[in-house]
């Protein structure tokens, strides 16, 4: 069985711990007096301590350093009755796993000490039937995707069922979902995967370039062509060529791909021969096509040839079960890059990118954590060390009402309102409750009333 210490010279708020975290199944040992849990500490070891900041004779961060210094693998939570980032830093250099506000609910307190007993491997991550049927759950992630997420689970499935067929496939998602990465999964899938994989941009290249670049060119064709020279078509033959961002092709090169998609073949430019190949045509893209294809600014036939099997990958703000994991690997892997000893997050810096929508998606986080790991001079991110942008031009137009002829809901209208002003005190506050009631002026009931009916994570 777990076993923990609580630590707190408030007798109330220390029963409150024992009895809370005896109902979750763990072995609870507490004191309220510090230098009687250092000499427990001696003779018994503790897969988990929780103690509080304040406390007489000697203080949290003082009875930190001499656990650390008895056990320096002893898994530490701080509780504090105001977060500084101050006191955050010191705990954390100290090596403190994390800390937690008091006033905080009883899932958040629940939520970090589940979190610290994971990472030292105590209890598992609930693992559903369907991730290990589809191999998912093996660290979560499949060909070098992260997820749990249930649309994400699908995809990976879909992944392995249409790798070795021969139809064309459409991946539709918002910039920076993992395009490309889905397209690279299914070639790795495939028969094909020990052929090469060729990836273009086709929003990236001038149009002037794109067509040589596709379909190659003799010599002699224009100026600047000295040599033979052939297209990633020819390139990618006997495997996989992906095109990315398939919307932004002009209607002359839609029409030459067209002829590609039909016959098999390229014509370089300049050249009389028709080139047979043997590619599978991946296509992706964030524009909406059918609408394209309604207003004559991308040919009919094409999408229908493109969009054999649409693929559509969820934007990241609708998979946020999967936010934890992503930001886990992203520290390993910029910890690893930057030399770092961070291993962590802490709830606080955790909970403000649970509550931000990400536009810019997995290629957003990732660059927030990579800034962040870069930027921390402690062990673990904290909220000082993210960069959000406010969007502030997305909550203005949120907050541009249009009213139609059959009128709106007010309360509804309302609701939308309150939400958004929560989210930015929350954001302002770095994810302290206690200080957004205050920044909101309402009672810290009334705030966590509010954010249980608005839905505010």
Same mark, same amino acid.
């Given at each position: 069985?777990?076993?923990?210490?609580?630590?707190?010279?408030?007798?109330?708020?220390?029963?409150?711990?024992?009895?809370?975290?005896?109902?979750?199944?763990?072995?609870?040992?507490?004191?309220?007096?510090?230098?009687?849990?250092?000499?427990?500490?001696?003779?018994?070891?503790?897969?988990?301590?929780?103690?509080?900041?304040?406390?007489?004779?000697?203080?949290?961060?003082?009875?930190?350093?001499?656990?650390?210094?008895?056990?320096?693998?002893?898994?530490?939570?701080?509780?504090?009755?105001?977060?500084?980032?101050?006191?955050?830093?010191?705990?954390?250099?100290?090596?403190?796993?994390?800390?937690?506000?008091?006033?905080?609910?009883?899932?958040?307190?629940?939520?970090?000490?589940?979190?610290?007993?994971?990472?030292?491997?105590?209890?598992?991550?609930?693992?559903?039937?369907?991730?290990?049927?589809?191999?998912?759950?093996?660290?979560?992630?499949?060909?070098?995707?992260?997820?749990?997420?249930?649309?994400?689970?699908?995809?990976?499935?879909?992944?392995?069922?249409?790798?070795?067929?021969?139809?064309?496939?459409?991946?539709?998602?918002?910039?920076?979902?993992?395009?490309?990465?889905?397209?690279?999964?299914?070639?790795?899938?495939?028969?094909?995967?020990?052929?090469?994989?060729?990836?273009?941009?086709?929003?990236?290249?001038?149009?002037?370039?794109?067509?040589?670049?596709?379909?190659?060119?003799?010599?002699?064709?224009?100026?600047?062509?000295?040599? !033979?020279?052939?297209?990633?078509?020819?390139?990618?033959?006997?495997?996989?060529?992906?095109?990315?961002?398939? @919307?932004?092709?002009?209607?002359?090169?839609?029409?030459?791909?067209?002829?590609?998609?039909?016959?098999?073949?390229?014509?370089?430019?300049? @050249?009389?021969?028709?080139?047979?190949?043997?590619?599978?045509?991946?296509?992706?893209?964030?524009?909406?096509?059918?609408?394209?294809?309604?207003?004559?600014?991308?040919?009919?036939?094409?999408?229908?040839?493109?969009?054999?099997?649409?693929?559509?990958?969820?934007?990241?703000?609708?998979?946020?079960?999967?936010?934890?994991?992503?930001?886990?690997?992203?520290?390993?892997?910029?910890?690893?890059?930057?030399?770092?000893?961070?291993?962590?997050?802490?709830?606080?810096?955790?909970?403000?990118?649970?509550?931000?929508?990400?536009? @810019?998606?997995?290629?957003?986080?990732?660059?927030?954590?990579?800034?962040?790991?870069?930027?921390?001079?402690?062990?673990?991110?904290?909220?000082?060390?993210?960069?959000?942008?406010?969007?502030?031009? !997305? @909550?203005?137009? +949120?907050?541009?009402?249009?009213?139609?002829?059959?009128?709106?809901?007010?309360?509804?209208?309302?609701?939308?309102?309150?939400?958004?002003?929560?989210?930015?005190?929350?954001?302002?506050?770095?994810?302290?409750? +206690?200080?957004?009631?205050?920044?909101?002026?309402?009672?810290?009931?009334?705030?966590?009333?509010?954010?249980?009916?608005?839905?505010?994570?």
């Amino acid at each position: 069985m777990v076993k923990i210490l609580v630590v707190d010279d408030d007798q109330g708020m220390r029963e409150f711990m024992e009895i809370m975290l005896v109902n979750e199944g763990y072995d609870v040992t507490s004191t309220g007096e510090p230098l009687k849990a250092i000499e427990i500490c001696r003779k018994t070891e503790f897969d988990l301590i929780i103690t509080d900041l304040k406390m007489p004779k000697i203080n949290g961060i003082e009875f930190l350093k001499v656990i650390k210094d008895q056990r320096p693998d002893a898994m530490v939570i701080l509780i504090t009755a105001y977060a500084s980032g101050e006191t955050a830093i010191n705990a954390m250099k100290e090596g403190a796993y994390d800390y937690v506000e008091k006033g905080q609910s009883i899932e958040e307190l629940k939520k970090v000490v589940r979190s610290a007993l994971q990472k030292k491997g105590l209890i598992e991550n609930h693992v559903s039937e369907e991730q290990v049927k589809t191999g998912a759950a093996a660290g979560n992630s499949f060909c070098g995707m992260i997820g749990t997420n249930r649309e994400m689970i699908k995809i990976f499935a879909t992944i392995k069922k249409v790798s070795d067929t021969l139809a064309n496939i459409l991946i539709l998602g918002e910039s920076g979902t993992g395009k490309e990465l889905v397209a690279r999964a299914i070639h790795e899938n495939s028969s094909r995967s020990k052929m090469p994989f060729v990836a273009i941009n086709s929003g990236g290249i001038p149009e002037n370039l794109l067509e040589s670049e596709l379909f190659g060119y003799m010599k002699g064709s224009f100026t600047g062509a000295y040599a !033979d020279r052939p297209g990633f078509f020819e390139m990618a033959r006997g495997g996989t060529i992906f095109l990315d961002e398939i @919307g932004e092709l002009s209607p002359v090169l839609q029409v030459k791909l067209l002829r590609v998609v039909q016959e098999k073949t390229v014509r370089r430019i300049g @050249g009389a021969e028709d080139i047979k190949i043997d590619v599978r045509i991946i296509s992706a893209t964030n524009q909406n096509l059918q609408e394209r294809v309604k207003t004559g600014e991308f040919r009919e036939d094409l999408y229908y040839r493109l969009n054999v099997i649409p693929v559509f990958i969820p934007p990241l703000r609708e998979r946020r079960e999967d936010i934890p994991l992503l930001i886990d690997n992203f520290i390993r892997k910029y910890a690893r890059l930057f030399g770092k000893e961070i291993r962590n997050i802490s709830s606080y810096a955790m909970e403000l990118l649970m509550n931000y929508n990400f536009p @810019g998606n997995i290629r957003e986080l990732e660059n927030i954590i990579e800034r962040s790991v870069a930027m921390e001079s402690s062990n673990i991110i904290l909220p000082e060390s993210l960069t959000l942008y406010s969007n502030a031009s !997305d @909550g203005a137009s +949120k907050f541009d009402i249009e009213i139609n002829d059959k009128g709106i809901d007010l309360n509804t209208e309302l609701e939308k309102i309150e939400k958004i002003v929560i989210e930015k005190a929350l954001q302002k506050a770095k994810g302290s409750k +206690k200080r957004t009631a205050e920044l909101l002026n309402i009672s810290f009931d009334s705030l966590r009333y509010r954010m249980e009916k608005l839905g505010v994570e």
